[in-house]
């Protein structure tokens, strides 16, 4: 049982590439997350999704598209990356069964754009 | 939406002194309220939660109460130990239709010194 599995781990793109973060639980959860966490920010919602087909946007949704066309993978893409997105992002997973419970993690993606 | 707000941003004790973490929040929907603890380069892991229709809840050195008239939270952490120092997270969740936003503070770094 991995939980909840983000990749890459580091990456570091020049401004105006793309790229696609993966995010991967294999715990059946229903609700999945991204956040980024920028120094005296916390932690900001990007994007989530209650169910598979399903997406809605968060705090910070500019600048980024997310799919959830498998239950249990959140992507999260980048279209033409920009120095403001320099963070670090992490994807978290929720089962809504048995009403409120736990987000659980992922290990975090360190994302540099020069 | 959801506004979540998070004080003091650093906090410095002696071990074995207490240590109290304030949020309030904006969305009188909001009902449930977890807490983190993010360790240095970890990723936040679920301490404590408590929901609305509770006011005080309890687990050994930590507590959280909740007063939704006021729509503030707090954490307590008794009898402090160096261990405890990391980066303290509250949230709150709203949740109607398919809105289900897991919103965070902006963080508080605790440190404990010996």
């Known amino acids: 049982n991995a939980g909840v599995t983000q990749t890459p781990k580091f990456r570091v793109l020049k401004t105006g590439q793309s790229m696609t973060l993966l995010c991967a639980q294999d715990m059946n959860h229903e609700y999945m997350y991204w956040y980024r966490q920028d120094p005296g920010m916390g932690l900001r919602l990007i994007h989530y999704s209650v169910g598979e087909g399903t997406t809605a946007k968060g705090e910070v949704p500019d600048g980024y598209n997310v799919s959830r066309l498998k239950k249990q993978n959140f992507l999260l893409g980048l279209e033409s990356a920009a120095p403001s997105q320099t963070s670090v992002y992490f994807c978290?997973?929720?089962?809504?069964?048995?009403?409120?419970?736990?987000?659980?993690f992922g290990q975090g993606t360190r994302l540099t754009v020069v | 939406g959801e506004n979540v707000e998070q004080h003091p941003s650093t906090l410095s004790v002696q071990e074995g002194d207490s240590a109290v973490i304030k949020c309030t929040y904006s969305?009188?929907?909001?009902?449930?309220f977890p807490w983190y603890k993010q360790e240095l380069g970890k990723r936040p892991q679920l301490i404590i939660d408590i929901r609305s229709n509770v006011g005080e809840k309890k687990d050994q050195r930590i507590a959280v109460t909740l007063n939704k008239t006021a729509k503030h939270f707090s954490l307590h952490i008794t009898e402090t130990q160096p261990e405890d120092s990391a980066v303290y997270f509250c949230a709150a969740r709203a949740q109607y239709g398919g809105y289900n936003k897991l919103i965070f503070g902006a963080g508080t770094r605790l440190a404990v010194h010996p």
């Open positions: 978290a997973s929720r089962n809504h069964r048995g009403g409120d419970t736990e987000a659980f």
């Open positions: 969305d009188s929907a909001s009902n449930y």
